[in-house]
């Protein structure tokens, strides 16, 4: 029997709470009122209210840590050493389109480390949760990254920028590269989940350009905790700093990211 830390229980009762909004709110979709937040940014009435039970559910049981939340931004706390950074739904777009993939994602940073992470997918009810040194699990299974060695046998996911996002033409000279090498790309449309599924081996590796704080904190702590590595571009540890991401196995990680780097030049 896993033995859970008081905090990632914590966690998951929050994620498990507002999962339950969003599951009743994803089915009836079409009649959520949809705004439009910039371009190509939705926020929709079950994200405000994900969003709410989380920080309510957390607060209640840690009242002095601060927030970095996708729709509420930075809340400070009394205690300076602990912040939550939350996504109440990684996948906006697919949950308005009513495509069954999407995430809630909470990381928790103590003196500003990542040390623990849980991605909740409330439609399939797997949660995804990890410690700093206790290893990461869906639901009840500990989770390992893949062990394929060579780039030609991965197969790989990534994020495309859409409209209004920058590095389009770049990307595209990644992506031609990485076609080239390896076995497959996907594009699922939730970075919480992507990098969730290369802590379960599912996927052997996966990039993202421009990300948030709150799309990736939980999952790097998945994929650290799975034995894989994450950095940004330069093989350095700033992601949440600047939004870019490679996360892969011991094997493919340092791979792809000269890939990666020579494709954009
Ligand atoms: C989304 C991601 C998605 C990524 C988008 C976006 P949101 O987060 O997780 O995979 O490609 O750029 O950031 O907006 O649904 O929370």
Not at 193 to 208: F, H, I, K, P, S
Request: hydrophobic share 40%; net charge neutral; glycine share 12%.
């Amino acid at each position: 029997m896993i033995v859970r830390s008081a905090i990632l229980n914590v966690m998951m009762g929050a994620a498990r709470k507002a999962g339950r909004g969003l599951v009743r709110d994803f089915g009836e979709v079409e009649k959520l009122q949809v705004s439009m937040k910039g371009t190509s940014d939705f926020v929709t009435s079950a994200d405000l209210q994900a969003e709410k039970i989380l920080r309510q559910e957390l607060k209640k049981a840690r009242p002095g840590f601060g927030f970095l939340l996708e729709e509420g931004g930075e809340v400070a706390g009394d205690d300076k050493s602990h912040r939550w950074i939350i996504d109440p739904i990684d996948g906006t777009t697919n949950f308005i389109h009513g495509i069954p993939h999407f995430a809630i994602s909470i990381g928790l940073e103590r003196d500003g480390e990542l040390v623990a992470g849980v991605v909740y997918e409330p439609i399939s009810d797997s949660m995804f949760h990890g410690e700093k040194g206790g290893g990461a699990y869906l639901n009840d299974w500990r989770l390992r990254v893949s062990a394929r060695r060579k780039l030609e046998d991965a197969v790989l996911t990534t994020g495309i920028p859409h409209r209004g996002r920058s590095g389009q033409e770049p990307f595209l000279k990644e992506l031609v590269a990485v076609m080239e090498n390896t076995a497959g790309v996907r594009r699922f449309g939730s970075a919480a989940l992507d990098l969730a599924y290369v802590a379960a081996g599912r996927c052997d590796g996966y990039w993202e350009h421009g990300l948030k704080p709150w799309d990736i904190a939980a999952g790097i702590v998945l994929v650290r905790e799975a034995g894989g590595y994450v950095t940004d571009f330069d093989g350095k540890g700033d992601m949440l700093a600047n939004g870019d991401v490679v996360a892969a196995n011991d094997h493919l990680q340092a791979k792809l990211v000269s890939l990666l780097k020579k494709a954009r030049g």
